[in-house]
């Protein structure tokens, strides 16, 4: 069964820096697709970001392009979701997404496995 653990969200001043981290365990991490996703308080969760299995290949939503990076090391089986450059408007639950194949893209239901969430609070 794979089992992802995303942590690292807190409370940080508007213009700071936050780094996201998924552990992913269960499943070869190297032949999986990861992604993250946000949900803010009374809004449906909205892409953020994803990256293939060999980092090849990435996309960001509008939002945050500029600002987010995500990454992944597979010696720690690990993905990273960096975020610099926070605003208020970025408060919401963060969750990263596994999905079996080289890239999953924007679309949640491309992803089969899901964190648990992390709540990141930006404050103006």
């Known amino acids: 069964q794979v089992q992802l653990v995303d942590s690292g969200g807190d409370w940080v001043q508007a213009g700071g820096s936050l780094r996201l981290s998924c552990v992913v365990s269960?499943?070869?991490?190297?032949?999986?697709?990861m992604g993250w996703f946000r949900q803010a308080p009374g809004k449906d969760r909205e892409f953020v970001g994803c990256?293939?299995?060999?980092?090849?290949?990435?996309q960001y939503a509008d939002s945050v392009r500029g600002r987010f990076i995500i990454s992944r090391d597979g010696r720690k089986n690990t993905a990273y979701l960096q975020m610099n450059d926070l605003k208020p408007e970025d408060t919401a639950v963060y969750y990263c997404?596994?999905?079996?194949?080289?890239?999953?893209?924007?679309?949640?239901?491309?992803?089969?496995?899901w964190g648990q969430g992390t709540q990141v609070t930006v404050s103006s």
């Open positions: 997404a596994g999905g079996r194949s080289y890239y999953a893209g924007p679309n949640e239901f491309q992803y089969d496995s």
């Open positions: 269960g499943r070869a991490f190297s032949r999986y697709a």
């Open positions: 990256i293939s299995w060999d980092s090849e290949r990435l």
